[in-house]
């Protein structure tokens, strides 16, 4: 059974800073694109950032919203996967979830975690 | 950036009802097209991938089609546990996109 359980959330101060990980189990988490996507309370969802595999290089991509604050990063050995936050802004507060990511050749759906809460606020 | 705008934003049906989900990209991304489920207070569940494939565990009352540009997202019989948000999602290009929601109640 796919499990992706995210840790670190919780309140920080406008302009500070905060780590994200998700842990993956119960399947090949070296092989899979991995994505983050927030939902800020009452609003639809956000695609944050991807980390693609090791065969392209960890290469990842960002939503202009982050770009340049936030850094997504992964350790295969460890089957987590990470969101830097730094910079942080009310516009930032929301349920932050790990998935896996869609790119084309999948056989399954994406899979997600069960979401944790950041808020900014002073 | 690619728009995906979903029709209607809120539907209200009966159960056995035959319900249709209308998403719209700005765009063409092909097939690269998923659906999601989202109750309140819980995660988001994938539906379905590439248009059409249904994920792994989703019944087959759920079904999706369309290319290009235009896709549906059907629940062929409604029953009350399908009463939820749902969303599109492309994965064409950068960034990806999600569309604004449909909420589906129950009458």
């Known amino acids: 059974e796919v499990q992706l359980v995210e840790s670190g959330g919780g309140l920080v101060q406008p302009g500070g800073s905060l780590r994200l990980s998700c842990a993956a189990s119960?399947?090949?988490?070296?092989?899979?694109?991995m994505d983050w996507v927030r939902q800020a309370p009452g609003k639809g969802l956000e695609w944050v950032a991807r980390?693609?595999?090791?065969?392209?290089?960890?290469?990842?991509e960002y939503a202009a919203s982050v770009r340049g604050r936030f850094s997504i990063s992964r350790d295969d050995s460890e089957r987590s996967l990470f969101l830097q936050m730094n910079s942080l802004k009310p516009d930032d507060t929301a349920v932050y979830y790990c998935?896996?990511?869609?790119?084309?050749?999948?056989?399954?759906?994406?899979?997600w975690g069960q979401g944790t809460l950041v808020t900014v606020s002073s | 950036d690619i728009q995906m705008t979903q029709s209607p934003s809120s539907l209200s049906a009966s159960v056995g009802d035959r319900v249709t989900i209308t998403c719209r990209a700005s765009?063409?991304?092909?097939?690269?097209l998923a659906w999601f489920q989202q109750k309140p207070g819980k995660a988001p569940k994938s539906l379905i991938y590439?248009?059409?494939s249904l994920h792994s565990g989703v019944p087959s009352k759920f079904s999706g089609s369309g290319y290009g540009t235009e896709f549906t997202l059907t629940i062929s019989s409604l029953q009350p546990e399908d009463s939820a948000t749902y969303y599109c999602?492309?994965?064409?290009?950068?960034?990806?996109?999600f569309g604004g929601g449909t909420k589906v109640e129950i009458k």
């Open positions: 998935t896996t990511g869609l790119r084309g050749d999948e056989t399954r759906g994406s899979d």
């Open positions: 119960g399947f090949t988490f070296s092989d899979h694109y």
């Open positions: 980390i693609r595999d090791k065969t392209r290089r960890y290469t990842t």
């Open positions: 765009q063409d991304i092909r097939s690269y």
């Open positions: 590439a248009t059409s």
């Open positions: 999602q492309h994965y064409d290009a950068y960034p990806l996109t």
